[in-house]
């Protein structure tokens, strides 16, 4: 590579680093869409972390110390601490934490809850579980234990609640 290309090369990667770095020091933090990336490999790195665990069976009250058996929200605790992301023990407490996304904006990683179960009563939140992406849940209830749902038929969809993005 001859000096004339080196030279266009690195002033080209110091306009790029500079536009860059202007908006984060304009702003005091990264731009939204620089956010939103991160936000969003982290939670892919969230569902894959809790793929490794589909099959794990469901125990309800489940303790948060152990990866033998999960109940959804100790589950969803245990994946998101990995990231250094700190949820309370329970879904009705994890409905609460992050802010309010719509079910036509989720992404990867954001939690979705539902009424569901025994407790169920159409209002109360009974149950937790991560979007996975492309109308994909990853969540833990009775039979099969860790496993992947569709969020949009039978009982999931007919149960759906809300979502929270904590990410």
Not at 3 to 8: G, P, S, V, Y
Not at 22 to 44: D, F, W
Not at 52 to 74: E, H, M, Q, W
Not at 106 to 118: E, I, K, M, N
Request: aromatic share 8%.
């Amino acid at each position: 590579m001859n000096k004339a290309t080196l030279i266009k090369k690195v002033l080209a990667v110091g306009v790029c680093t500079a536009i860059g770095f202007g908006g984060l020091m304009a702003s005091g933090e990264a731009t939204p869409t620089a956010q939103a990336a991160s936000a969003s490999t982290t939670g892919q790195r969230i569902v894959s972390l809790g793929k490794n665990y589909l099959g794990i069976p469901y125990k309800f009250g489940a303790s948060t110390s152990t990866t033998r058996v999960f109940d959804c929200s100790s589950f969803t605790k245990y994946i998101y601490g990995k990231y250094g992301v700190s949820l309370p023990r329970t879904s009705v407490a994890q409905s609460k934490v992050g802010r309010a996304v719509s079910k036509s904006n989720l992404r990867a990683g954001d939690l979705v809850f539902f009424s569901s179960g025994s407790r169920a009563n159409g209002r109360n939140v009974t149950h937790v579980a991560v979007y996975a992406g492309s109308g994909k849940i990853l969540h833990t209830y009775g039979s099969p234990g860790v496993t992947i749902s569709d969020l949009n038929s039978g009982n999931w969809k007919r149960t759906y609640l809300k979502a929270r993005r904590v990410l």
